[in-house]
């Protein structure tokens, strides 16, 4: 982890001061803050600018509840890396993050249960929560789930899992979402034109 992250911050740092050299570009645009969605304690980088500090809030094992992040806790703020605080809830159909995670999944038709877990998180004192259907989901988490949520807290909503076309993304966002994450999109790529062709068009998908 911590050799990707500093990878990452290099390729940064390089292309910010390619930009500094041309009049006509933003080096700006560059200055892009490197933030963990870590697995389990152990994937952490004192070199990251931030990292998700996130409960499993629907996991039936105390290690996603919160012995993983005792383990954390102290490395983090001795690294002084700004910790991003959580409330992680996995909806069905959930794939491997559930199965490993030991989550009870939620439903579309959990509408009280994911409203309760979001008034949890915001009563915790957690600035975010995410609703995720599972890494490559056959399907998002349900328009529902995402209103109740919106509806029912203040904390700013990330939505994944299934998420693959602007068209998916953007009933995501009309329904309360206010980051939508999906890592599969960017995966499998070797021409950096065509990856970016690819997020254009989900970008613009998104926003029609």
């Not at 390729?11 to 390619?18: D, G, M, P, Q």
């Not at 998420?163 to 999109?185: E, P, Y």
């Amino acid at each position: 982890v911590h050799e990707t992250v500093k990878a990452i911050q290099e390729t940064l740092e390089l292309c910010s001061w390619n930009a500094s050299q041309d009049s006509s570009s933003d080096s700006e645009m560059w200055e892009i803050p490197v933030v963990l969605f870590p697995a389990a304690a152990n994937a952490f980088s004192p070199a990251a600018d931030g990292i998700t500090f996130m409960m499993l809030m629907n996991s039936t094992s105390p290690k996603f509840l919160i012995e993983e992040q005792l383990k954390g806790a102290t490395p983090i703020k001795q690294a002084n890396v700004t910790p991003i605080s959580m409330g992680y809830v996995v909806c069905a159909p959930g794939g491997k993050v559930g199965e490993v995670g030991e989550a009870n999944l939620i439903t579309k038709n959990d509408i009280e249960l994911i409203t309760s877990y979001a008034i949890c998180a915001e009563s915790y004192g957690f600035s975010t929560i995410y609703l995720e259907a599972g890494s490559g989901a056959n399907q998002p988490v349900s328009p529902e789930l995402i209103r109740a949520v919106r509806k029912s807290c203040n904390l700013t909503l990330l939505v994944g899992g299934g998420i693959r076309d602007g068209k998916s993304a953007s009933i995501a966002v009309d329904a309360g979402a206010d980051w939508i994450v999906t890592g599969n999109l960017t995966e499998g790529f070797s021409d950096s034109h065509e990856l970016q062709t690819t997020l254009q068009t989900f970008i613009t998908e998104m926003n029609s």
